[in-house]
């Protein structure tokens, strides 16, 4: 019973993280229409962004100051790679709700581009993330580690903020509208293209607190955003694509079937139980456990 | 108070307003009439700035406007309101009506306003919490009037508030229209149903094939000959369905 309990706990802040990065990667795809595949390298931008912030505070208490560093750095490198890159190509293909394969291929390329330019960067070797987290805490039989309660909390908190944002203030009414539709939003009065940026911006700094959420459990490394892209997507189809609460949902079910599954049949398969997941999902509910009309979004 | 002087525009290569000149005065209600395909809604686009114009001028309160984003033009006061059918569906009627007013800070301000809107349509008041998606096509219409007023506008651009409504519904819609242009609104609108805008304005335009085809008050427009043929109908049976193009 207590190996079940410590493998749902792992399972819980490991799928957290799975559910931050799809909640990113749904953000951007119901708020302007990209399917982006350069954010598991926006996440692993993130957490060398993170390891920058952390060299400069240093250990001590700076840790949610690293991770509000990192967030508000790698937000305005997404809002960078937007205005320059992406603006340009969702622009000639008329506008965000039609970009399509331009746009896609387009996010490889940038894939590869972001990994090339961390390569030379940081170089190939992994990084240790070493955050003194303390003793785990132990609740009866089980020994909590304190990074796993970090993650919980520290996601816990950005999906709350997140969800208060875009329901109960002025600028997240807005962010709904050109979710919705970018033409009406413009004729409230709404400036758009600002509000692109900003989701983008929003949606790259949620990927760069996965990153350092994860840093102190895994290393640091160059190819660190290429599972947790895939394992994302997974999570983001499992709930629902496009929908935010479904984005977390299914990040969490990913996170503790791949924990349980390692931990009762074997650890050698790990990254075989997500798909099995998505696969169970796909044939028994093919729009995702929240999907509902993929017209209604936001 | 909005001039457009011999605007052209289309989408690519496809040019679809050949020259579009019309005037609307403060506080005057002007109809833009017109059939499908015509460019009755392209001219809307490129007033409000989803299209930029590619020849002519158009001046709003002394100012040209044209080629200017669209939420800088909704900042001078021009506000385009949409059919019903573009209401957002997942929000709430409320919701929908602060949208409205993005525009504005002054939270006192907007919340007079919304007052004011409630006032024109109860029946938004009544669903004020409901997502508009629950909302019919006539509830739709007065959601879509009322946002457009909520940015407290010096004119708004009203898209065929009587697409496709019932009878009756129009009636009702078209005497809250004549009520807010009592109260002191600028307005230009397009319709289809030739009839009853033209019943409501004080002058119409008549646009062909991107362009202005007949203008005139809108009495002499009912009485014209030219008019009565190509949108009125002239047969009995037409009148009786009280249909103004189809």
């Given at each position: 019973?207590?190996?079940?309990?410590?493998?749902?706990?792992?399972?819980?802040?490991?799928?957290?993280?799975?559910?931050?990065?799809?909640?990113?990667?749904?953000?951007?795809?119901?708020?302007?229409?990209?399917?982006?595949?350069?954010?598991?390298?926006?996440?692993?931008?993130?957490?060398?962004?993170?390891?920058?912030v952390?060299?400069?505070?240093?250990?001590?208490?700076?840790?949610?100051?690293v991770?509000?560093?990192?967030?508000?750095?790698?937000?305005?490198?997404?809002?960078?790679?937007?205005?320059?890159?992406?603006r340009?190509?969702?622009?000639?293909g008329?506008?965000?709700?039609?970009?399509?394969?331009?746009m896609?291929?387009?996010?490889?390329?940038?894939?590869?581009?972001?990994?090339?330019?961390?390569?030379?960067?940081?170089?190939?070797k992994?990084?240790?993330?070493?955050?003194?987290?303390?003793?785990?805490?132990?609740?009866?039989?089980?020994?909590?580690?304190?990074?796993?309660l970090?993650?919980?909390?520290?996601?816990?908190v950005?999906?709350?903020?997140l969800?208060?944002?875009?329901?109960k203030?002025?600028?997240?009414?807005?962010?709904?509208?050109v979710a919705?539709?970018?033409?009406?939003?413009?004729?409230m009065?709404?400036?758009?293209?600002l509000?692109?940026?900003?989701?983008?911006?929003i949606?790259?700094?949620?990927?760069?607190?996965?990153?350092?959420?994860?840093?102190?459990?895994?290393?640091?490394?160059?190819?660190?955003?290429i599972?947790?892209l895939?394992?994302?997507?997974?999570?983001?189809?499992?709930?629902?694509?496009?929908?935010?609460?479904?984005?977390?949902?299914?990040?969490?079910?990913?996170?503790?079937?791949?924990?349980?599954?390692?931990?009762?049949?074997?650890?050698?398969?790990?990254?075989?139980?997500?798909?099995?997941?998505l696969?169970?999902?796909?044939?028994?509910r093919?729009?995702?456990?929240?999907?509902?009309?993929?017209?209604?979004?936001? | 108070?909005?001039?457009?002087?011999s605007?052209?525009?289309?989408?690519?290569?496809?040019?679809?307003?050949?020259?579009?000149?019309?005037?609307?005065?403060?506080?005057?209600?002007?109809a833009?009439?017109?059939?499908?395909?015509?460019?009755?809604?392209?001219?809307?686009k490129?007033?409000?700035?989803?299209?930029?114009?590619?020849g002519?001028?158009?001046?709003?309160?002394?100012?040209?406007?044209?080629?200017l984003?669209?939420?800088?033009?909704?900042?001078r006061?021009?506000?385009?309101?949409?059919?019903g059918?573009?209401?957002?569906?997942?929000?709430?009627?409320?919701?929908?009506?602060?949208?409205?007013?993005?525009v504005?800070?002054?939270?006192?301000?907007?919340?007079?306003?919304?007052?004011?809107?409630?006032?024109?349509?109860?029946?938004?008041?009544?669903?004020?919490?409901?997502?508009a998606?629950?909302?019919?096509?006539?509830?739709l219409?007065?959601?879509?009037?009322?946002?457009?007023?909520?940015?407290?506008?010096?004119?708004?651009?009203?898209?065929?508030?009587?697409?496709?409504?019932?009878?009756q519904?129009?009636?009702?819609i078209?005497?809250?229209?004549?009520?807010?242009?009592?109260?002191?609104?600028?307005?230009?609108?397009?319709?289809?149903?030739?009839?009853?805008?033209?019943?409501?304005?004080?002058?119409?335009?008549?646009?062909?094939?991107?362009?202005?085809?007949?203008?005139?008050?809108?009495?002499?427009?009912?009485?014209?000959?030219?008019?009565?043929?190509?949108?009125?109908?002239?047969?009995?049976?037409?009148?009786?369905?009280?249909?103004?193009?189809?």
């Amino acid at each position: 019973m207590q190996y079940f309990l410590d493998l749902v706990i792992v399972g819980l802040s490991i799928g957290i993280v799975y559910g931050l990065v799809a909640l990113s990667i749904s953000l951007v795809y119901s708020g302007l229409d990209i399917v982006h595949f350069a954010h598991g390298e926006i996440y692993m931008l993130g957490a060398f962004l993170g390891l920058v912030v952390f060299q400069f505070v240093g250990a001590g208490p700076g840790y949610p100051l690293v991770l509000l560093g990192s967030m508000v750095l790698t937000g305005f490198v997404g809002v960078a790679i937007e205005r320059l890159f992406y603006r340009r190509l969702t622009r000639a293909g008329g506008g965000y709700t039609f970009a399509g394969m331009g746009m896609i291929i387009c996010s490889f390329g940038m894939s590869i581009v972001l990994q090339n330019v961390a390569f030379l960067i940081w170089g190939p070797k992994a990084l240790p993330f070493p955050v003194p987290f303390g003793m785990p805490i132990e609740i009866g039989d089980i020994a909590l580690p304190r990074s796993y309660l970090w993650i919980i909390i520290a996601a816990v908190v950005l999906m709350t903020g997140l969800h208060l944002f875009l329901k109960k203030t002025r600028l997240g009414l807005a962010v709904r509208a050109v979710a919705h539709n970018k033409e009406i939003a413009y004729l409230m009065g709404i400036n758009v293209p600002l509000m692109i940026s900003l989701v983008f911006g929003i949606a790259c700094a949620l990927a760069a607190a996965a990153g350092v959420l994860i840093g102190p459990i895994n290393y640091v490394q160059v190819l660190m955003g290429i599972g947790i892209l895939i394992k994302a997507f997974a999570a983001a189809v499992v709930g629902g694509f496009g929908n935010l609460p479904g984005a977390v949902v299914g990040g969490l079910l990913v996170g503790v079937t791949e924990s349980l599954g390692a931990g009762y049949v074997s650890g050698n398969y790990k990254d075989i139980y997500a798909f099995l997941l998505l696969i169970l999902v796909l044939m028994l509910r093919p729009s995702g456990i929240f999907g509902v009309d993929a017209r209604v979004k936001a | 108070m909005l001039e457009i002087d011999s605007v052209e525009g289309g989408y690519g290569s496809v040019q679809i307003l050949n020259g579009v000149t019309l005037k609307v005065a403060r506080g005057q209600m002007v109809a833009l009439l017109g059939g499908n395909g015509t460019g009755k809604s392209t001219l809307l686009k490129a007033i409000s700035g989803l299209l930029k114009p590619t020849g002519g001028t158009i001046t709003f309160d002394g100012q040209r406007i044209d080629g200017l984003r669209p939420d800088l033009i909704v900042r001078r006061g021009l506000v385009q309101v949409t059919q019903g059918k573009e209401a957002y569906p997942a929000m709430t009627v409320e919701e929908n009506l602060r949208l409205g007013a993005f525009v504005r800070r002054d939270r006192a301000g907007v919340r007079r306003t919304l007052d004011r809107v409630f006032e024109y349509f109860p029946v938004l008041r009544e669903r004020r919490g409901q997502l508009a998606a629950t909302l019919s096509g006539g509830q739709l219409q007065m959601l879509c009037i009322g946002r457009g007023l909520m940015s407290e506008p010096k004119m708004i651009l009203l898209d065929e508030p009587s697409a496709a409504l019932a009878p009756q519904i129009v009636l009702d819609i078209f005497r809250i229209i004549g009520r807010i242009c009592r109260d002191g609104m600028t307005l230009l609108m397009v319709e289809q149903n030739v009839r009853m805008a033209l019943l409501l304005a004080e002058y119409g335009y008549v646009i062909k094939d991107g362009v202005i085809h007949i203008e005139g008050p809108a009495e002499a427009l009912i009485g014209d000959d030219n008019v009565r043929l190509s949108y009125l109908g002239g047969t009995v049976a037409d009148r009786d369905r009280g249909l103004g193009l189809h």
